[in-house]
């Protein structure tokens, strides 16, 4: 079965370190979704592209945080400086997109915990 | 006041019950979603419903578009069903989830 793929599993940082994490959705999909999601919370959306445009962004803590997904296909979320708050679990979703209404696909997500 | 809304918020089960989550709504949707999420896991997706009544193993979900509500069901719980399950409509413009809070879940033995 398909999978939304994503790396590292987790991650340990120092606060104000730089912080990559890595999504790979499934293939076709052309709507990703990065959420962050805080422990004992729902989880909260950071930035929705289609293709390779940003949708959404307006979660998004721009002044540290930025995303890409420049071919349209694998996107990279990033976060510097990393803040103590910023731990929380991100999560990336995919679905096919457009018109039709279809399921999203959860990857098992990146947990991030900034010290 | 939330748009999505569960209950209960916490449900404590013996195994073998059949246990019954819902969830109201208060916007337009295209579609609602069952979401499943272990502690500290990822999320799986159980269901998406925009009408109608889905079956998958021992898991049932229903939506009244109406009524503004569904219900997920699970028949002859087991411990290995222990987990949060989120609720989650897709309204607006940009089809964006909107999550309920979430129903831990624990089935004992």
């Known amino acids: 079965e398909a999978e939304v793929a994503q790396s590292p599993r987790y991650k340990i940082t120092e606060k104000s370190q730089a912080v990559a994490f890595w999504c790979d959705p499934i293939s076709g999909h052309a709507t990703l979704y990065w959420y962050r999601q805080i422990l004992g919370q729902g989880p909260e959306l950071l930035v929705q592209?289609?293709?390779?445009?940003?949708?959404?962004d307006s979660q998004l803590p721009k002044d540290r945080f930025s995303a890409e997904r420049l071919k349209g296909v694998d996107s990279t979320l990033k976060i510097q400086p990393a803040e103590l708050g910023d731990s929380a679990m991100y999560l990336c979703?995919?679905?096919?997109?457009?018109?039709?209404?279809?399921?999203?696909?959860f990857g098992s997500g990146t947990r991030l915990t900034v010290v | 006041k939330n748009e999505v809304e569960q209950s209960p918020q916490n449900l404590t089960a013996q195994e073998g019950e059949f246990i019954t989550i819902n969830c109201s709504y208060s916007?337009?949707?295209?579609?609602l979603h069952w979401l499943q999420q272990h502690p500290g896991g990822g999320i799986v997706s159980l269901f998406m419903l925009s009408s109608g009544k889905k079956k998958h193993g021992r898991l049932i979900a229903t939506i009244n578009i109406q009524e503004k509500h569904s219900s997920l069901h699970i028949t002859a719980s087991h411990p290995r069903d222990s987990a949060v399950y989120i609720c989650a409509v897709r309204g607006g413009a940009t089809n964006k989830l909107i999550f309920g809070t979430g129903t831990l879940l624990a089935v004992q033995p």
């Open positions: 592209f289609q293709d390779e445009s940003v949708v959404d």
């Open positions: 916007v337009g949707i295209s579609a």
């Open positions: 979703a995919s679905s096919l997109g457009g018109r039709k209404v279809d399921g999203y696909t």
